[in-house]
């Protein structure tokens, strides 16, 4: 079992600590594999009022602290093009980052997903909400230098302004593909562009699809977690609060597919 978990943005050492700490700490005692997350730059925006991150460098000096506090922490985040894969590649940095995400909205930006593969690195990427799950076969075809690919599913458009989690096609991908199939339980449940200049989004049914896609034979799970997340600087409506991740992953462990 893997979880993937942090908050949207990195906002502080202190904060990603704290919050790495404590979801780390749950995760060990449980004897799940885990792996902090959080991006440095947001730079999918609803609108110009969005806020973006601290940026990379910034960042990647906190990742540094972070693994010097947190022994065996494992350390995913994003990339939005192949510059900032490069300066994650340069020499004072290229230990810092284990898993490379690609953002759903760029899963089939080829010269990105390859680049990222020809890291070493693992590579997650995340599945278009425009996609059928079938066509992940076209991007996985670029990824043949890669180290490990995961796929996340993280809901399919379904009008304006709303997403769902096609079970079936979670389904499709688990038998299809042998490749880690990870359900994003938080962002599924976001309102993309909802509240006009932000998304908006509904956290009370992040644990309801956490047990289902527990239920389903899922293993794998991505979730944004926040100590107050109604004042966080992005995705705040769809993030778990972070009292309430412990609840959760036992939930996952509960329901967990044993057939």
């Known amino acids: 079992m893997r979880i993937i978990a942090g908050p949207c943005q990195h906002e502080s050492y202190e904060h990603s600590l704290m919050i790495a700490k404590h979801c780390k700490a749950i995760c060990d005692k449980l004897g799940i594999d885990y792996y902090f997350k959080a991006s440095f730059d947001k730079a999918n925006r609803s609108s110009m009022q969005g806020k973006r991150g601290v940026g990379l460098i910034n960042t990647l000096n906190d990742f540094r602290r972070l693994k010097d506090a947190i022994p065996n922490l494992k350390i995913l985040t994003d990339v939005h093009d192949v510059d900032q894969i490069e300066k994650l590649e340069m020499d ?44 992940m076969k076209g991007i996985l075809s670029k990824c043949t230098d890669a180290k490990q690919v995961w796929i996340t599913e993280r809901g399919t458009s379904f009008g304006y302004n709303t997403l769902v989690v096609d079970f079936t096609g979670l389904n499709y991908m688990l038998d299809n593909f042998s490749n880690p199939i990870i359900l994003d339980a938080t962002h599924s449940v976001q309102k993309p562009g909802g509240n006009g200049s932000s998304s908006g989004g509904n956290r009370d049914y992040v644990p309801g699809l956490c047990r289902a896609g527990s239920a389903l034979g899922i ?41």
């Open 92 to 135: 004072e940095f290229c230990d810092l980052v284990d898993v490379l995400q690609i953002p759903a909205f760029l899963c089939r930006q080829t010269d990105l997903v390859q680049a990222a593969c020809e890291t070493g690195k693992i590579v997650n990427i995340k599945k278009g909400q425009f996609l059928a799950p079938w066509d």
């Open 219 to 259: 293993t794998d799970f991505f979730l944004e977690v926040h100590d107050d997340p109604d004042n966080a600087p992005s995705d705040g409506p769809n993030m778990l609060h972070l009292d309430n991740f412990e609840r959760v992953i036992n939930d996952i462990v509960s329901y967990s597919y044993s057939g």
